[in-house]
């Protein structure tokens, strides 16, 4: 059985850092992309950055590109995501799911984490 579990998340002032991760498990080689996905209040469901499975490639949002980095760890089975220079907009709940398809398309991925959030306020 698939299970994700993220952590990492809290309250962090304008311009601060924070590190999600998500570790996995219970996954087979059918699964080809972990993602990350943010959801505020009233707004729906935002994709983040997804990375491959196998080669490690990443994609970004746009709202995103060039502050948030996202990483793997496979001997731990492990994804990360760096979160630099936040803004109070990035205030939401954080998901990590994994799919078998490259992409920032929510309802592309097949299994999800229960969430962490992130709030960025001073």
């Known amino acids: 059985q698939v299970q994700l579990m993220e952590s990492g998340g809290g309250l962090v002032q304008p311009g601060g850092s924070l590190r999600l991760s998500c570790a996995a498990s219970?996954?087979?080689?059918?699964?080809?992309?972990i993602g990350w996905f943010r959801q505020a209040p009233g707004k729906e469901r935002e994709g983040v950055a997804c990375?491959?499975?196998?080669?490690?490639?990443?994609y970004y949002g746009d709202s995103v590109k060039g502050r948030f980095t996202i990483s793997r760890d496979n001997a731990k089975n492990t994804v990360y995501l760096q979160m630099n220079s936040l803004k109070p907009e990035d205030t939401a709940v954080y998901y990590c799911a994994i799919g078998q398809r490259y992409g920032l398309v929510p309802y592309e991925y097949d299994y999800w984490g229960q969430g962490t959030q992130v709030t960025v306020s001073s």
């Open positions: 219970g996954f087979t080689l059918d699964y080809y992309a």
């Open positions: 990375i491959s499975i196998s080669d490690g490639s990443t």
